[in-house]
């Protein structure tokens, strides 16, 4: 028996395999989509990219209308859903990661004069000075430094800032150190610090109406980064870009595409940091607490004078630093080709079905049967809600649900009066 022959029986087994593959693929559209065509097809399609481009740009542009309240319903959801769902274990202690130092309670004074009317309290800088010293010494194991203290004015002692100035710059050209510079919104300018050295901006866009912290930016004003994009691309080794799509900008980290803005999730809470287990004060530091591979990250993690309201809570500006610079190392601003996919699937299926195609819908006799009913009618905004929630708990997107309703019931509402005009004519 030839080869060619024996190979008939093999082609025939596979083409009937695919047929019958082809015949169940189509059954499963057309149940899902009854009545398609490629007509339809196409106009769901476009429909469905337009819905797609709006909510990324949503995701990572728009700071109005956040619905600050709303996204904390949805974080305490997420945490349901992870715990008691999922069961999905809490992050590693924050001591594994990261070296917490206190600033809180290790002050200096600068004097009043004629420039300063009263006393201003600032970070003791020949202790920190000091303990930069010892991380200077370590840095073979250090990770990065992320200094969150601003450096405003000289103190009243040169000497130690002379000291505090040679620790940065050593820190600094090992490529890992950075501290706050600011961006003066009114003037248009970066305020640096006094002193020489890395520096990147700590700041944050408040929401519209309100002064709560809810999303962070990763580059801003023209190219600015933040401390936490800077810590992530010094021990990641990776580049967050800014690039441009005719006149659209946006982002990537190695090559992948990128949230500028996210709503970070706080992995680490400011009620779960217990003092000298999980943050010890800076005067209190040794080398002897430093472990490999550690980000050392320096602050008023009690809160006593860098404090914001956050979706989970008040937290401290470190403790925000820390969960940024984490959603970063877990990719929460990644947007991947499954996430793109899941996008399309769901918006092409509420597309096709609040334009192409509605089921007739008995309003039922008895309250199961409304209720059923009920559900049947309003399925596009029940696949809408399931949506946002499989984008939060597993892609950490946090969609803004009633952008989506809204959307989809204009479009109902529109439908019904132009339904009712045509029945009146």
């Known amino acids: 028996m030839s080869k060619k022959a024996s190979s008939k029986p093999k082609q025939y087994f596979f083409a009937k395999i695919a047929q019958k593959f082809w015949r169940l693929a189509g059954k499963i559209i057309f149940f899902f989509l009854p009545e398609i065509n490629w007509k339809r097809t196409g106009w769901s399609a476009l429909h469905s990219v337009w819905l797609i481009a709006v909510t990324l740009l949503w995701l990572g542009y728009v700071n109005v209308m956040d619905g600050f309240g709303f996204m904390n319903d949805h974080m305490n959801m997420k945490a349901f859903v992870n715990d008691v769902v999922l069961r999905k274990p809490p992050p590693p202690d924050v001591t594994e990661k990261y070296l917490l130092l206190n600033t809180s309670r290790n002050n200096a004074l600068v004097p009043l004069d004629n420039d300063n009317t009263i006393n201003t309290v600032i970070t003791d800088r020949r202790l920190l000075a000091e303990k930069l010293a010892i991380i200077d010494q370590n840095a073979d194991k250090i990770a990065y430094v992320i200094c969150d203290v601003f450096f405003e004015f000289p103190s009243d002692d040169p000497l130690a800032d002379s000291l505090l100035q ?63 994009l800077q810590a992530f691309e010094s021990v990641s080794r990776k580049e967050m870009k800014r690039k441009k799509l005719w006149f659209i900008p946006f982002y990537t980290i190695d090559g992948r595409w990128a949230l500028n803005t996210i709503i970070p999730e706080f992995r680490y809470k400011q009620s779960d940091l217990v003092e000298g287990i999980n943050y010890i004060h800076l005067g209190l530091f040794e080398d002897y607490f430093i472990r490999e591979g550690q980000v050392v990250i320096i602050g008023d993690f009690e809160g006593i004078y860098d404090v914001h309201q956050t979706i989970t809570a008040f937290a401290s500006g470190p403790i925000v630093l820390l969960n940024v610079f984490e959603a970063l190392m877990n990719g929460d601003n990644i947007i991947s080709l499954s996430y793109l996919l899941l996008l399309f699937v769901v918006f092409f299926y509420v597309t096709y079905h609040s334009f192409f195609y509605k089921r007739e819908i008995s309003p039922g006799h008895t309250r199961f049967q409304r209720i059923v009913s009920f559900i049947k009618g309003k399925w596009n905004y029940f696949v809408l809600l399931i949506l946002v929630y499989v984008s939060m708990v597993f892609f950490s997107h946090y969609i803004h649900i009633l952008i989506l309703l809204s959307y989809f019931g204009l479009i109902e509402t529109a439908e019904t009066f132009l339904s009712k005009r045509q029945q009146r004519q």
């Open 166 to 228: 040679k620790m940065i710059l050593s820190l600094s050209a090992k490529n890992m150190f950075t501290m706050p510079a600011f961006y003066n919104d009114r003037e248009r300018q970066l305020v640096p610090p006094v002193f020489e050295g890395n520096n990147g901006l700590s700041q944050y866009r408040s929401s519209y109406l309100n002064e709560q912290f809810l999303k962070y930016t990763f580059i801003l004003y023209g190219g600015q980064h933040q401390m936490p």
